[in-house]
């Protein structure tokens, strides 16, 4: 199993950018697909993109042109580039690892970060 630190979190404006990162540890990384999920409170937990040991990525479209996804197989670490963020953005972020399904449905990965929230004031 894989284990998942995630860390960038914290409060930004409207219109603002963040980083989060994910680093790995337990498993050969660069063999992983990787994934980003986000829950507000009263709502299910939302996909937002994987990147794929290929590099390729998916977005929800929610997030498509605003975020992206990146990975850095020399340090096992995982990143979300968050740009032009809105109030709508405000959750916990996790970071996911190994999904055995659609990338789409959270209950398809097989490990999770302990999350770290983003908050934007609007």
């Known amino acids: 199993q894989v284990r998942l630190v995630e860390s960038g979190g914290g409060l930004v404006q409207a219109g603002g950018s963040l980083r989060l990162s994910c680093d790995t540890s337990g498993r050969t990384f660069n063999s992983i697909t990787m994934g980003w999920f986000r829950q507000a409170p009263g709502k299910n937990r939302e996909f937002v993109g994987s990147i794929r040991s290929d590099g390729s990525t998916l977005y929800s479209d929610s997030v498509r042109g605003r975020f992206t996804v990146s990975r850095d197989n020399a340090k096992n670490t995982v990143s979300l580039q968050m740009n032009s963020l809105a109030a709508k953005d405000t959750a916990v972020y996790y970071c996911?690892?190994?999904?055995?399904?659609?990338?789409?449905?959270?209950?398809?990965?097989?490990?999770w970060g302990q999350g770290t929230q983003v908050t934007v004031s609007s």
């Open positions: 996911a690892a190994e999904p055995f399904g659609m990338h789409i449905y959270a209950r398809n990965w097989r490990s």
